[in-house]
C-alpha cells in the first residue's frame, strides 16, 4: 500500500444518516487557509466519537 495523504483534524459535526451509519465532518467553511484539508466520511454506527474528537485521515492506493 502507498500512502497518498495523512492528517489530523477535530469532527466538527456528526450526522445521523440513517440506522446504519453517521457521518463525520470537518470542513473550512471560511476558507481563510486556501490549503486547509477537511473531510466528510460516512462510518458505521457504534464509533464512540463526539464532536471536538481529533482523528486522523489516512488515504492509502491499495
Known amino acids: 500500500m502507498t ?3 495523512e492528517f ?3 469532527i466538527e459535526f456528526i450526522a445521523n444518516i440513517n440506522e446504519h451509519k453517521d457521518c463525520l465532518m470537518s470542513q473550512d467553511s471560511n476558507q481563510e487557509n486556501p ?3 477537511w473531510f ?9 466519537l463526539k464532536n471536538g474528537d ?4 489516512t ?3 491499495l
Do not use: C, Q, T
Open 3 to 5: 500512502k497518498v495523504l
Open 8 to 10: 489530523e483534524s477535530a
Open 35 to 37: 490549503a486547509a484539508l
Open 40 to 48: 466528510n466520511i460516512d462510518i458505521p454506527k457504534g464509533h464512540l
Open 54 to 57: 481529533r482523528v486522523r485521515i
Open 59 to 61: 488515504v492509502e492506493k
